[in-house]
Nanobody, 114 residues
């Protein structure tokens, strides 16, 4: 069983920054897809950003230009740098793997105050 542990969430004022980390219990090189998702209260979980083994990234329109996803295969960690945070970014953020297997972390809370 693969374990993913997210960290780095917290309370921040609008315009601030946070860096989320997702540490895996095994090498993440085996997963072509690593991604961050988020779920706000009363809303469906949505994809925030994804990155392939080769470093190709994709982002939700709502975070383009503000968030950056990266992965360090040697450290078995995926990061999400979040800048210019807005109150609407408030959510629980989850890390996940894909291709060939889908695993999820327990999530980390991000709260952005106005």
């Amino acid at each position: 069983q693969v374990q993913l542990v997210e960290s780095g969430g917290g309370l921040v004022q609008a315009g601030g920054s946070l860096r989320l980390s997702c540490a895996a219990s095994i090498t993440i090189f085996r997963f072509n897809g690593m991604s961050w998702h988020r779920q706000a209260p009363g809303k469906q979980r949505e994809l925030v950003a994804g990155i392939t083994r080769g470093g190709v990234t994709n982002y939700a329109d709502s975070v383009k230009g503000r968030f950056t996803i990266s992965r360090d295969n040697a450290k078995r960690t995926v990061y999400l740098q979040m800048n210019s945070l807005k109150p609407e970014d408030t959510a629980v953020y989850y890390c996940s793997t894909s291709d060939p297997s889908n695993y999820w972390g327990q999530g980390t809370q991000v709260t952005v105050s106005s």
